[in-house]
């Protein structure tokens, strides 16, 4: 199967069996090897106490893509540690797109840089993650 | 109006405003300045597809712990920047305690440390994030 | 006096200024605003007991940039927090290479992200910093 | 050999080995198992251009005490990723000390949490690190 077809079908793969990315209602973009492009709309279940999007919902929505971006390779990985700036609020109603992409990849450890950006193409928020990549092949 | 009472009162405010905590089913355990203590129950929808609890969920409880504390003093503060360091899985029905200490609080910039454990005393993830202090107060 | 020049003049005196910075043996490849590229080349000085680079020498030339990237547009900036990830080692000899960009500037907070590659083009580190804009203009 | 002597041993071997440290003048404080205390003392070439400590001097003081943390217990581990939080600046002539301490220890990750006070016991800086653990032991 070519590469990038293996990607689509892990990444659609992953993201059936993820309820909370579901429940986000995650929608995918792209998918390939080592990249992985997820959206959401954001409800009003979403926002936190100043009436902006929850930064753990942002954050979620990044963490899949790379989760989805790490995976697409075929290993199942486990994130280690990410780092995300919180540049520009977002709101209800607001359409928000994660740009995961593959940074680093060496036989355990790999690092992803994760771009959110709205529907005005305006970044939102950017993170860094680290995953150890285990033996483990996803079977489905 | 004593601290502590002030620091559970805002917190308190805080919960009752943010949808997305509400929806986590976030209760407040301990409300003190500078210190916020939360806990949540994992439910089937919080979980990714290894079966483990989505790394947004564990981070969302994380930041909303900081932002309570951040928000004790009675200033509006914003998210700047957090890493999560992820260092056991977390289940379904497994209950996860989110402690929220501050570690420097400047005239504009406060940094908070944030222990997440389960329910056996064990520490599952590890948050350290800074906030900007806006010049606003709290209206309630 | 073109925004470019100004930047390369605000780059060499920060360097000029920068006593730790030299030491390193800092040359400046690039300076435009909001980007600055530096080099170093590691002497035996520089490494740690496994005979890599420390990662306070990588770091530090990362910081640097990121700062000289930050200060180009005539705002003295402070640091706030940075994160590196170190992805191969660094050797005696090497020569390396920081190339920081701004990912963003807002009125007081603004972003960079700082990518350090060897002399064969490998990227050896990723980091991304936080800065605070003061409202102090640099004057020389 | 005790626990803790040997702990000891392994960081004054470290520091020996360590050009870098040795440069910084390192002085050990305390070794344990997954625990470092080091200290320093500020001179002028270590300042950038604000006159302040640079960023990678305080850095590199945190990632030796955290790699000595991590070495402590005989095993070779590798730095992936660390964020620091600078809060106060440093000055020529202060003494700045790092306590390195382990937050969890897995097979082959391990988390330290490291922070930098001045002769004042004044929180400077504030990092944290994750590192693999690689399979070999220190010989020496």
Redesign the interface.
């Given at each position: 199967m070519p590469k990038k077809n293996s990607a689509h079908k892990i990444t659609r793969?992953?993201?059936?069996?993820?309820?909370?990315?579901k429940?986000?209602g995650v929608n995918i973009v792209e998918a390939e090897p080592g990249r992985s492009v997820l959206r959401i709309r954001i409800r009003?279940?979403?926002?936190?106490?100043?009436g902006v999007t929850?930064?753990?919902?942002t954050?979620?929505?990044a963490?899949?893509a790379l989760?989805f971006a790490a995976g697409s390779h075929g290993r199942?990985s486990?994130?280690?540690?990410?780092?995300?700036?919180?540049?520009k609020p977002v709101n209800t109603g607001d359409s928000i797109t994660a740009i995961a992409e593959e940074?680093?990849r060496?036989r355990?450890?790999a690092?992803y840089?994760v771009t959110v950006k709205n529907q005005n193409n305006t970044?939102v928020a950017?993170m860094?993650g680290?995953v150890?990549r285990t033996n483990r092949e996803f079977s489905f």
């Open positions: 793969h992953m993201l059936e069996q993820d309820s909370f990315s429940w986000l009003d279940e979403m926002v936190n106490g100043f929850h930064g753990g919902v954050f979620a929505l963490d899949s989760a199942v486990l994130a280690l540690d990410n780092k995300i700036t919180f540049v940074e680093h060496g355990q450890i690092v840089n970044v950017l860094r680290t150890y």
